[in-house]
């Protein structure tokens, strides 16, 4: 990877690389959802990570074989692939009661957690600006999630939960991706979360028709390809400025929720959401704003 691109070139291609792979995230997610309704979350996601493999192999083999799975931080990488299950189940978890686009919108949160949690695991100073932000992003996920009375929705804490972890997951990448390479980064996550999903086999799993299987291979290597490009995207742009740019999923989201299933968002998804977008959008624009800044020496 060349470290002579200009830094806007740089900048616009992890945006790139973010918005194809989270267009593909909601692909699969989608199919995911859909495979819920007839399947353990465990069976579900031990079944799609194995499909994984087939992109994995195919980028392993682009990187130059079996070498660059070399896994030089072992502690690191463990830690990271254990946010990623977690936030995988609780995903998971949180299609099979919610929305689609209710579980992406929540989702969103992920972009205020890594900003929250960018000077204690980064170092990163976030003033006040950016505080707000992130203040008026949470008031967006509690809009969506509405904790007052018997309307409060439990189950969304499952999303919100894994957006947390995910956040984790996106940071511990920042910071390992100097010593680990993406193929490595991603074939020990993907093959954390497969043995994960194999531990829940002794509590009962369904039998998997044909059809189904075919989907849960199509969401495999869909993930597959997007995580990669995930990677990659932190690999050459900052996390706070591409975060945001994972927006666009929600209309795809919402999108495929109608047409699929009927859903419509609710007035308070719809607000909640907004803010979410609106906080996250600020952010980028405040860290574009302190970069110039840093390249002016100011």
């Known amino acids: 990877m060349s470290v002579d691109v200009p830094v806007q070139g740089t900048a616009l291609r992890g945006i790139l690389l973010l918005v194809s792979g989270s267009a593909l995230l909601t692909v699969s997610d989608a199919t995911t959802k859909w495979l819920t309704s007839g399947y353990p979350v465990g069976q579900i996601m031990a079944i799609r990570a194995l499909f994984t493999m087939i992109p994995i192999m195919v980028i392993v083999w682009h990187a130059g074989g079996f070498i660059s799975l070399r896994i030089k931080n072992l502690r690191l990488q463990s830690i990271r692939a254990a946010c990623a299950v977690g936030s995988s189940f609780l995903f998971i978890g949180g299609l099979v009661y919610l929305p689609l686009a209710d579980c992406v919108a929540i989702a969103f949160s992920g972009p205020l957690f890594v900003t929250a949690l960018a000077t204690p695991m980064l170092g990163e100073q976030v003033g006040w600006r950016r505080w707000s932000a992130v203040t008026v992003g949470f008031l967006g996920v509690l809009v969506i999630v509405r904790p007052t009375g018997d309307a409060v929705q439990w189950v969304a804490l499952l999303p919100l939960l894994g957006a947390l972890c995910g956040a984790f997951r996106d940071l511990l990448t920042r ?88 859903d419509v968002p609710g007035s308070n998804v719809l607000l909640g959401a907004m803010l979410i977008v609106a906080s996250g959008l600020y952010i980028a624009h405040r860290e574009a704003q302190l970069a110039r800044r840093r390249r002016k020496g100011l």
């Open 175 to 262: 910071k390992v991706r100097a010593s680990e390479s993406p193929a490595a980064l991603l074939a020990f996550m993907m093959g954390a979360m497969m043995l994960a999903g194999f531990t829940t086999l002794p509590f009962g799993w369904a039998p998997v028709a044909a059809f189904d299987l075919m989907l849960l291979a199509i969401a495999g290597i869909l993930i597959g390809g997007a995580q990669y490009l995930v990677i990659h995207a932190f690999y050459i742009a900052e996390a706070s400025l591409i975060i945001p740019y994972k927006y666009v999923s929600l209309i795809w989201a919402s999108l495929i929720g109608f047409v699929v299933w009927g």
